[in-house]
């Protein structure tokens, strides 16, 4: 057999690998291929940066002009480009929300890999299988915790989706128009996740009449096969979630912080206001707490929280759960002069929005106020705020030195922590940064 010369083989080889055109497809050019034109945002002189270096939220305020005949429709794909009409990425369009464009993919990314270039079917299955991948890198799902976030919004680069997995469910929560439009491709998408056998739509209605959409006829789609409760596990931690539950049945946000409350709650008299479920106060309990008290306003939660001291085989003689408004129930402790070594305090979104933000503050102080009365003095508070207005204002420490002083209390910080790893944040978007979870000793 005759041997060929190197250069000669090496020539052959790279001749015939297939051509890759990354680098020269540009968007312009994918769009111009497409048979039906595709319309252009063009942003302002001074907002064009912004948005290159990877703001996902284009805002109106932030717009020229649009380009396009007819113009485009809420959930239509748009080129964002310059004011010389140059493409610097494409996204999503809404004709009515304050966010005009969700950029999906810059030209940059486009360039590079043109296959989800100007096509959200693609683009869905791309993202949703990186966000997979990474949640394994971080040992999600394991045989300790059935229970995380697959899809965070802007940190997983799909603006306005949210999908929390709860052992073989997947849990969609969508605040966005574009969600709502590809519902059938994200189900799709979904449901060839081998750990996934059912899904559960849950429509944030308040959100998306804020992206224009009519939702008289929206509700929550249930699968007619996926079941109304699961038991799922979280750091060893059984948990009936219901499908029904606030949010989308259980915040799998706090994991880290429950799991801390384990650890030095032994010996300790413990109180878990606004408790849902029981999540702290049993992760106390498993901590080796002498006796802990929930409190939460909703009984169908309540209900939650005593099914699970049964799950655990805990003792129900160590552990008491209430139906009580929380300042009505601290106000009487407080009358009473009852006290904890443990106060852990996770109102709901008392913030939703920057012009409640003020009111909102108020409602803090006073919460967090009472809450200190009731800790012992040395004693430690765990307090909290889901409210991204509140995080995002870096208020909330001249919050609690307020509520401090109003109760005649020092407070020192021991602890600044967020959500678990699986709500990733992206820096280019702060705004998706909501939780705060602050651990104080109390004088």
């Not at 899809?151 to 052992?167: A, K, Q, Y």
């Not at 003792?315 to 300042?327: S, V, W």
């Not at 020092?410 to 602050?438: F, M, V, W």
Request: proline content about 5%.
């Amino acid at each position: 057999m005759q041997l060929l010369p190197v250069r000669l083989i090496r020539s052959l080889t790279l001749s015939s690998l297939p051509v890759h055109t990354a680098t020269t497809t540009t968007l312009q050019e994918v769009a111009s291929s497409r048979p039906k034109g595709i319309a252009k945002v063009i942003l302002k002189k001074g907002k064009i940066q912004l948005f290159k270096d990877g703001s996902p939220m284009v805002y109106s305020g932030a717009v020229d002009r649009i380009i396009g005949r007819p113009p485009p429709e809420t959930g239509d794909i748009v080129l964002v480009a310059d004011g010389t009409q140059k493409p610097i990425g494409w996204g999503l369009y809404n004709s009515i929300s304050m966010f005009c464009v969700r950029l999906m993919q810059l030209e940059e990314e486009a360039s590079r890999d043109p296959s989800c270039a100007l096509n959200m079917e693609t683009l869905i299955e791309t993202r949703i299988l990186e966000a997979r991948e990474l949640r394994k890198s971080l040992g999600l799902p394991s045989a300790n915790t059935s229970a995380y976030r697959l899809v965070n919004s802007e940190g997983d680069r799909l603006s306005g989706l949210i999908v929390d997995v709860f052992g073989d469910i997947a849990v969609i929560a969508s605040s966005a128009a574009w969600v709502e439009k590809y519902k059938p491709e994200l189900e799709a998408c979904i449901h060839r996740l081998d750990e996934i056998n059912h899904i559960n739509w849950r429509p944030s209605v308040e959100m998306l009449k804020e992206e224009g959409m009519d939702v008289s006829n929206l509700k929550e789609m249930h699968q007619h096969t996926c079941p109304e409760r699961i038991k799922v596990v979280e750091n060893g931690i059984f948990y009936a979630v219901s499908m029904k539950g606030q949010k989308t049945g259980f915040y799998a946000d706090q994991r880290k912080n429950r799991q801390f409350i384990s650890t030095i709650s032994n010996g300790k008299k413990v109180l878990d206001m606004c408790c849902y479920s029981g999540g702290f106060a049993l992760n106390a309990l498993r901590g080796g707490a002498a006796h802990v008290t929930g409190v939460d306003t909703s009984l169908p939660a309540l209900g939650l929280a005593r099914e699970n001291v049964v799950l655990n085989n805990l003792d129900p003689e160590r552990i008491l759960f209430l139906k009580e408004d929380a300042t009505e129930f601290m106000k009487g402790a407080l009358s009473r002069s009852e006290s904890w070594d443990l106060v852990i305090l996770d109102p709901p979104k008392l913030a939703p929005r920057k012009k409640v933000l003020q009111s909102a503050s108020g409602m803090y102080r006073n919460l967090n106020s009472l809450a200190m009365r009731l800790t012992k003095r040395g004693g430690l508070l765990m307090t909290c705020s889901c409210s991204g207005a509140m995080t995002q204002s870096g208020m909330f420490f001249r919050i609690l030195q307020g509520a401090a002083s109003t109760a005649g209390r020092k407070i020192t910080i021991l602890r600044q922590a967020g959500a678990a790893c699986d709500h990733p944040i992206d820096p280019s978007y702060p705004e998706g940064a909501y939780l705060s979870n602050i651990l104080l000793r109390v004088l």
